[in-house]
């Protein structure tokens, strides 16, 4: 998949009036990536900035106020708009007036987006709901940006082999640390998709990756009660495990992952999904995490569509969610 027409969701309102930027610091982070993109893969850009003040019927406001903030707001999407032209990108830009997450939805669908970036809010550790819920509604694949950069502090010791997937991945020549990249792959067709997609792309060929699958775990009372022995659910799990790992490296398989600068480290790791995904982001120090956000998988316990709801709400780092 090539993301060639890009759609921006920027939040331009500058909330401290004694502020001297032009740009708040997380809308310059999403113009960046989003600029990036583009310039990498000749694409097309469209900046949108939606500001539910502009519409009189949700927000009570003089006509001079409006037209007040119409002017800030249109100036400095006009600032964005002629960088990314200098840079040699088609550039559109668009002031629209009304709820910010459908608004962008709507715009997403009228512009035909391969992909939308928006911020993640000013929270540490939760989404703002404008994100949310345009993953939530967004039929194209969405990218959140977190507004840190630094590496998330690990929480928790990492076992042996996750501990030396990290140092063998760590040995780069460069000054900067390229970014790091947790693919979570249900084993559905959704997240074969992410997958591939996340490859095929081509953007982030030098980042470190993991690919993971979480097996959730036999709870023994259930397998009690239908009277299995424990030998019996623990060679059961044993083997859900093994089939987990084969159908892994399948999807990884018919990947051009060998592109990849570090390539891609498959991991099966038994355990909840959503708890295993939160402690290999903090162990695994990841930027990016990788996702669908529907499934099919065989299993419905192991599914990414309720994970999905879950998980995202609360990860710590930039998420590229594909849909069905």
């Known amino acids: 998949m090539y993301f060639r027409k890009i759609l921006v969701g920027l939040d331009l309102e500058v909330r401290d009036i004694q502020s001297e930027e032009i740009i708040p610091e997380l809308t310059r982070k999403v113009f960046d990536r989003a600029l990036k ?12 900035a939606a500001v539910e003040g502009l519409d009189l ?45 459908a608004e ?29 819920k345009v993953l939530r509604n967004s039929t194209c ?38 970014q790091h990249v947790l693919i979570a792959d249900d ?6 998709q992410a997958l591939m997609s996340f490859v095929g792309s ?36 044993a083997g859900r495990i093994e089939s987990a790992k084969q159908a892994l490296y399948q999807h990884l398989n018919i990947t051009d992952h060998r592109t990849m600068t570090y390539g891609i480290l498959p991991h099966v790791l038994e355990g909840n999904a ?18 669908g956000t529907a499934s099919r998988a065989k299993e419905p316990q192991a599914g990414f569509g309720s994970v999905a709801e879950t998980l995202l709400p609360h990860v ?5 969610a594909f849909k069905p």
């Not at 977190?146 to 000054?175: C, F, H, L, W, Y």
């Not at 690919?211 to 709870?219: F, S």
């Not at 710590?316 to 590229?320: G, H, K, Y």
């Open 274 to 291: 959503v708890d295993t995904l939160l402690r290999l982001i903090g162990e695994w120090q990841i930027d990016l995490l990788v996702c």
């Open 57 to 101: 019927t949700h927000v009570p406001a003089s006509p001079m106020q409006v037209n007040a903030l119409t002017g800030y707001l249109v100036e400095r999407l006009e600032v964005l708009e002629e960088e990314a032209r200098a840079t040699g990108v088609e550039c559109e830009s668009d002031l629209l007036g009304g709820v910010a997450w």
């Open 202 to 237: 081509g953007f982030w060929r030098d980042a470190k990756c993991w690919l993971a699958h979480a097996v959730e775990p036999i709870h023994w009372p259930e397998a009690w009660r239908y009277g299995r022995p424990e030998a019996e659910v623990a060679l059961h799990q």
């Open 187 to 192: 084993l559905s067709d959704v997240g074969q």
């Open 141 to 178: 694949p969405v990218l959140i940006e977190r507004s840190q950069d630094p590496k998330i502090k690990v929480t928790s010791q990492p076992t042996n082999e996750m501990s030396a997937a990290i140092s063998s991945a760590s040995s780069d020549d460069g000054d900067e640390e390229p």
């Open 37 to 48: 993109m583009a310039s990498a893969q000749r694409g097309q850009l469209k900046l949108c």
């Open 104 to 132: 962008l939805t709507r715009e997403a669908n009228d512009f035909d987006a391969d992909l939308v970036i928006v911020g993640g809010g000013v929270s540490p550790d939760r989404f703002g709901s404008t994100a949310m």
């Open 316 to 320: 710590p780092c930039s998420v590229l």
